[in-house]
């Protein structure tokens, strides 16, 4: 059968295709300026927010990078500032993305300033990590009271076997006042690359 996509990354389909070199498969390249059907401000418009390494991916179909990245315009040069004194008068927020097996758990801290600005001021990685463990790190680290702190929708999903969520346990360990993210990304994301 005929499979067609752009290259995810380094992933199965590079595993496939050129790591193993199967003979049983056939890949062909494609690069996207060479559809006739799509709209050339699509080409232009992918080439002017993309950095070099999705350039190569999205646009002349290279596996050129790790499959999962969503901010791929991100650059440190950009988007890294040096450390300085968070005024007390900013937005405290801190984001929770719950994790134990497979996907390891993290905890971002941040500020936003009048103009909307987000500054990511601390960050927490938990693997294998129970969320009474996690949540007692999170507490050490955060001394001030937060205007919000958000997480994956699926944590305010009840178990089927505790009828709790995720932020439940959270909360019943100290971290009060979750409240569950719009699941609806394409927006965010296309408005975050856009910048």
């Known amino acids: 059968f005929w499979s067609t996509g752009t290259p995810n990354g380094m992933d199965w389909g590079d595993n496939l295709f050129f790591a193993m070199e199967d003979p049983e498969h056939k890949l062909f390249i494609v690069r996207t300026d060479q559809n006739p059907h799509l709209p ?50 900013w937005t405290q927020v801190r984001a929770l993305d719950p994790g134990y097996a497979q996907d390891p758990a993290c905890c971002l801290w941040g500020a936003t300033d009048e103009a909307g600005h987000l500054f990511i001021t601390d960050e927490a990685w938990f693997e294998k990590t129970l969320i ?19 997480t994956d929708a699926a944590a305010a999903r009840p178990s089927d076997d505790t009828g709790k969520s995720t932020i439940d346990i959270y909360a019943e360990n100290g971290i009060e006042g979750i409240v ?8 965010s994301i296309d408005t975050l690359l856009d910048l």
């Open 132 to 150: 009474r463990d996690q949540a007692k790190e999170i507490l050490a680290r955060g001394k001030i009271a937060y205007d919000w702190t958000v």
């Open 180 to 187: 569950s993210a719009d699941k609806r990304m394409n927006p």
């Open 40 to 89: 050339g401000r699509y080409y232009a418009r992918l080439d002017r927010i993309m950095s070099e390494e999705m350039r190569a991916q999205f646009l002349r179909a290279e596996f050129v990078v790790l499959s999962g990245h969503i901010l791929h315009n991100f650059r440190d040069a950009v988007h890294m500032v040096e450390p300085f004194p968070v005024p007390r008068h």
